[in-house]
Each structure stands twice: as structure tokens, then as C-alpha cells.
């Protein structure tokens, strides 16, 4: 029986305790992605159209909105249909894309502040010849040209908001909460790891170098937020529109970067459109829960609109005079009741036809000829007969 021992004339390199390791199997890749890698040109070509026609559309939409005098706005949207396994952060470190929003399904909403996407452009091209670095234009399967936003809207819109759309009348007036991104195409460098070789005055410098990059780097993001908070503010005010409301998103006990702000609006439909379709860093568009809002009163007076009748009062029934702020003579509540010929202004220097009433909210003499014809209690539902 040989001799027992421990080996010493084979010394260790490492020793380490724990549980075993195995190394994970490797991961079929995806069919679409495989088939973009052995037809190179098929694929750079078929994504190189699509950007063409995509920019070419953007900028003559920028070319319209400077023509109707409308306020600039900077950057592009880009709708993306991408390998699920793809790190989104490979479109920004690679293509210098800013990641807006991002679904399940493989549907990626990036912007460029490039609208010539030449980044992008020249990825493509070094796919062609299997250039190191351009690896990942496989995994883009598809850039779509979306050019009425459709697929982009249902990805940042809500529900309710999506299925209105179209519906939206431009002197709407409606709240909603606009979520905006400034992540941009930076990021923090990770601390270094102190090398135990190095003096102290080496380590002192690394540190430094380390902070001042970071400092730098957050200044940036602050200055990108200010940037883009005065875009959204010149596109409010250019339709008359109101912030109720500034929020950041980020939890004030937390350490993390704000990627992202949001501002509760108060804008007319024409300008909510020209905002969402106009602005490419805008991922969430919502209606707030936690107040009555213009559209969500709309909406319940078109219920109620659709479940009563009101009839006229007979031709014997006696007339009444308002003299006041003037009556919204075509809200439905009161219309068949109002004796529209007799209708007369009296202030002077304005049309003896302007009988409007503009006491804000709702009206004065809205209100007192409704008392006349209803009563106290309005009407909900049913068909209602006017009688004075």
C-alpha cells in the first residue's frame, strides 16, 4: 500500500469552499436573428430603406410645422421591433439610441438626436462586411416606418386614450399626465476597484478622476431635463395650454438617477395631438385618477345625452325672461325650451346677437334659466316633458 501524503509536490494555485458550478447550456438563438446574420446585405439593406424613408418623412413634417409656424422640436422617434434577447443598453453604448419605452413582445420606442441616423447608417454598413462591433444589427429584426404613429400611440396612450383618438375634437379641453425620458446616451462609469500595487496617491487620483466623470455625468442629465421641460413648455404655451402639475419620478429616498419627469397638463385637443405625435421622448400619456377631469366629464354627459329626451314645453305654456349673463342656448338640457328669435343682447358696443353667456365656469344665466325649466333636480334619464 503506498505511502499516505497530501500531494505536496503539486502546490495550488486557489483553494475556495462552496457549492458546485456548472456552466449554463448554451441558448438556441433566435431564428430571425440567425437568417439577419447569413444574408448581411439582405438585412442592412431592407433596415437602410426604412431609415431613409422614415427620416425623409420626419423632416418634411419638421419642413410643415416651420412653414404653419409652429415651435421646433429636436430629435426623432424610432419604432423598433428587436431580438427579446437583445440588452437594450447595446442601442445606446452601440447606436447611440436613447431607449423612450419598451415592451414584452420584442417593440422598442427609441429617439436620436440625429435625424440623419448616422450612427445607425454606418453600423449597417459595417454589418455587410462582419466589421467587429456591428454584431448586433442582427438582432434589430425590424425598423418600423409607423408613419401614422399607430403602433407608437399604443404603446405610450392609454386605453381610453388610444380609443379616442381620432375622436378628440381640436377645442377640447382635457388633463392629462405626459411622462417624459432624459435618460440620453450617457452613463455613470463604475467605481474602480482599488488595485492593491498602487500608492495612495495613485488611488487618490483614480477616485477623483471617477467623481469629477460621475458629477459630469449628472449635470448633464439635469441640464438634459431642463432641455426638455422648456420644449414641452413651448408647445403648452403655444396652444394656450397650462402645467398643473411637475413631477419627477424617482423615490426622494433613493439614490438613483430621476430618468424621467412628468407634467400633469391642462391642453386642448389640437395641442395634446401636436405634443404626442411631435414629441419623440415622451413614453406614457394617462389620464390622472385622482381628479375629475374635462374629458371624463364629456364622456358622462354623452351617457346621459343618450339616455334622456328632453321634449319642449306645449305652445300654451307661459314665457319667461331671463335678463342676465346671457344662456348657453344650445346645451342640451335647455335647448328645446329657449325661444332663440328673442334672443337679445343688451350691453352696449357688442352685437345685439351676442347673447352667449361667459361667466366662467358654466354660466350665470345658464344656471337661472335651468332653474326655470328643470327645478332643482336635473334630469338623468327617461324622456322629460318642459313645463313652466
Same mark, same amino acid.
Given at each position: 500500500m503506498p505511502p499516505t501524503h497530501k500531494f505536496e509536490y503539486l502546490p495550488l494555485v486557489l483553494r475556495e469552499?462552496?457549492?458546485?458550478?456548472?456552466?449554463?447550456?448554451?441558448? %438556441?438563438?433566435?431564428? =430571425?436573428? #440567425?437568417?439577419?446574420?447569413?444574408?448581411?446585405?439582405?438585412? &442592412?439593406?431592407?433596415?437602410?430603406?426604412? @431609415? /431613409?424613408?422614415?427620416t425623409s418623412n420626419w423632416k418634411s413634417k419638421q419642413i410643415a410645422r416651420e412653414q404653419a409656424g409652429l415651435p421646433s422640436i429636436s430629435g426623432i422617434p424610432l419604432l423598433l421591433k428587436v431580438d427579446t434577447s437583445l440588452d437594450l443598453d447595446d442601442l445606446r453604448k452601440q447606436f447611440e439610441f436613447e431607449i423612450v419605452c419598451?415592451?414584452?413582445?420584442?417593440?422598442?420606442?427609441?429617439?436620436?438626436?440625429?435625424?440623419?441616423? /448616422?450612427?445607425? *447608417?454606418?453600423?449597417?454598413? %459595417?454589418?455587410? /462586411? !462582419?466589421?467587429?462591433? &456591428?454584431?448586433?444589427?442582427? *438582432?434589430?429584426?425590424?425598423?418600423?416606418?409607423?408613419? /401614422?404613429?399607430?403602433?407608437?400611440?399604443?404603446?405610450?396612450?392609454?386605453?381610453s386614450l388610444l380609443n379616442?383618438? *381620432? &375622436?378628440?375634437?381640436?377645442? !377640447?379641453?382635457?388633463?392629462?399626465?405626459?411622462?417624459?425620458?432624459?435618460v440620453g446616451t450617457w452613463e455613470i462609469?463604475?467605481?474602480?476597484?482599488r488595485n492593491p500595487r498602487w500608492k495612495d496617491e495613485t488611488w487618490a487620483r483614480k477616485e477623483n478622476e471617477w467623481s469629477n466623470r460621475r458629477i459630469e455625468a449628472y449635470?448633464?442629465?439635469? +441640464?438634459?431635463?431642463d432641455e426638455r421641460i422648456q420644449a414641452i413648455h413651448g408647445i403648452i404655451d403655444h396652444y394656450g395650454g397650462e402645467v398643473l402639475m411637475n413631477v419627477d419620478n424617482v423615490d426622494v429616498k433613493a439614490l438613483t438617477l430621476p430618468d424621467s419627469f412628468t407634467l400633469r397638463l391642462r391642453i386642448s385637443g389640437n395641442g395634446l395631438k401636436d405634443l404626442v405625435l411631435s414629441y419623440p421622448y415622451i413614453f406614457e400619456v394617462v389620464e390622472p385618477d385622482?381628479?375629475?377631469?374635462?374629458?371624463?366629464?364629456? *364622456?358622462? =354627459?354623452?351617457?346621459?345625452?343618450s339616455q334622456l329626451t328632453v321634449l319642449p314645453p306645449p305652445e300654451? +305654456?307661459? @314665457?319667461?325672461?331671463?335678463?342676465? &349673463?346671457?344662456? #348657453? $342656448? $344650445?346645451?342640451? =338640457?335647455?335647448?328645446?325650451?329657449? %325661444?332663440?328669435?328673442?334672443?337679445?343682447?343688451?350691453?352696449?358696443g357688442i352685437s345685439d346677437t351676442d347673447v352667449a353667456d361667459y361667466v366662467r365656469p358654466g354660466g350665470h344665466g345658464t344656471r337661472v334659466a335651468g332653474a326655470v325649466l328643470h327645478g332643482d333636480v336635473i334630469p338623468k334619464a327617461g324622456e322629460v316633458q318642459l313645463e313652466t
Open positions: 469552499q462552496g457549492p458546485a458550478r456548472f456552466p449554463q447550456a448554451p441558448q %438556441d438563438e433566435n431564428p =430571425l436573428t #440567425q437568417a439577419n446574420k447569413t444574408h448581411r446585405p439582405t438585412h &442592412s439593406d431592407g433596415l437602410s430603406t426604412n @431609415a /431613409t424613408r422614415v419598451e415592451e414584452e413582445d420584442g417593440f422598442v420606442i427609441v429617439a436620436s438626436d440625429d435625424i440623419d441616423l /448616422t450612427v445607425l *447608417r454606418k453600423k449597417l454598413t %459595417d454589418f455587410v /462586411t !462582419s466589421v467587429t462591433g &456591428s454584431g448586433s444589427v442582427a *438582432r434589430i429584426h425590424e425598423l418600423r416606418e409607423d408613419f /401614422t404613429q399607430e403602433e407608437r400611440l399604443r404603446l405610450i396612450l392609454s386605453d379616442e383618438w *381620432r &375622436s378628440i375634437a381640436d377645442n !377640447s379641453i382635457n388633463i392629462c399626465d405626459v411622462s417624459v425620458g432624459c462609469p463604475n467605481k474602480p476597484n449635470d448633464k442629465w439635469d +441640464a438634459l431635463k385622482d381628479i375629475e377631469t374635462p374629458q371624463q366629464v364629456a *364622456r358622462d =354627459l354623452k351617457v346621459v345625452q300654451t +305654456a307661459p @314665457a319667461v325672461c331671463v335678463i342676465d &349673463s346671457g344662456i #348657453q $342656448e $344650445e346645451h342640451f =338640457l335647455l335647448e328645446p325650451g329657449i %325661444d332663440k328669435a328673442t334672443s337679445h343682447c343688451f350691453l352696449p
